[in-house]
């Protein structure tokens, strides 16, 4: 499918075999929003859930654990990472899923630090795995096209 957008009325068309009027919505939204230099509202995401800070009882034995799950939630959307040390490495991998009460499928998910950005396609479950990064404090930003999921700081 192809998509143009006129940059004087800010009208978008679709062509080609499968149109599918809410993709083409928000892609045009998409692409007016960045020609115009609006930005997309942001939802800031809390932490619901880490494992790594789970409260163990005295006398409880501890449990080697290799994965860390997080989970973040803002209004109807929840992310859930599954974060892996990678044996003999000082990379960890990172799996995830996206999950929207509304329906609403998200276009990509970032990771950010101010030297590199990872940048992931999402499937569409919402879900998406990171093979290599390195341990140390992110940015999130789970974009949806009008509005983005962000997670302003986490240490992975």
């Not at 989970?71 to 995830?96: H, I, K, M, N, Y």
């Not at 998406?128 to 992110?138: R, V």
């Amino acid at each position: 499918m192809s998509f143009q957008l006129d940059s004087r009325s800010g009208q978008g068309a679709a062509s080609g075999l499968l149109y599918l009027p809410h993709v083409a919505d928000q892609a045009a939204e998409l692409a007016h929003r960045r020609a115009v230099g609006r930005p997309p509202a942001q939802e800031i995401a809390v932490l619901a859930f880490d494992s790594q800070e789970r409260t163990v009882f005295a006398g409880a034995r501890a449990v080697a654990m290799r994965s860390r799950r997080l989970l973040f939630q803002s209004g109807p959307t929840s992310l859930d990472l599954e974060v892996t040390g990678l044996a003999g490495r000082r990379e960890l991998q990172v799996a995830g899923q996206v999950v929207c009460r509304t329906g609403e499928q998200p276009l990509e998910v970032r990771f950010e630090q101010p030297s590199r950005q990872y940048i992931l396609s999402v499937d569409r479950r919402g879900e998406f795995e990171l093979d290599s990064i390195k341990a140390g404090p992110y940015s999130l930003a789970i974009d949806f096209g009008p509005w983005i999921m962000a997670v302003p700081s986490v240490t992975l």
